[in-house]
């Protein structure tokens, strides 16, 4: 499986962004996909992920973010809402199935104040 994360950037605080992750290769039916950040000098962390039937978990998003799928392209998203500079970092895209964790190589997210 190869991820494919686009939608960073350069944002000021208070502005939105939206990532979007397509996954290609073998995918499985049953399969879970999220979005990791790894702020500067820090370690990767969850900020959320949704499972293949719609059900999304949060995790560190204190309710700005959504996270949503679109199963027929294979694409997870991640709309960022009202960011802070606490926002900056790496966003990582992860897919799960019964074959293990697949990462995509990130996306730049830097938040200005």
């Known amino acids: 499986v190869q991820l494919q994360a686009s939608g960073g950037g350069l944002v000021q605080a208070g502005g939105s962004l939206r990532l979007s992750c397509a996954a290609s290769?073998?995918?499985?039916?049953?399969?879970?996909m999220g979005w990791y950040r790894q702020a500067p000098g820090k370690e990767r962390v969850s900020v959320a992920y949704?499972?293949?039937?719609?059900?999304a978990h949060y995790v560190d998003s204190e309710g700005r973010f959504t996270i949503s799928r679109d199963n027929a392209k294979n694409t997870v998203y991640l709309q960022m809402n009202s960011l802070t500079p606490k926002d900056t970092g790496i966003y990582f895209c992860?897919?799960?199935?019964?074959?293990?964790?697949?990462w995509g190589k990130g996306t730049q997210v830097t938040v200005s104040s």
């Open positions: 992860k897919y799960t199935d019964g074959g293990g964790d697949y």
């Open positions: 290769g073998t995918i499985s039916r049953i399969n879970t």
């Open positions: 949704i499972l293949s039937g719609g059900r």
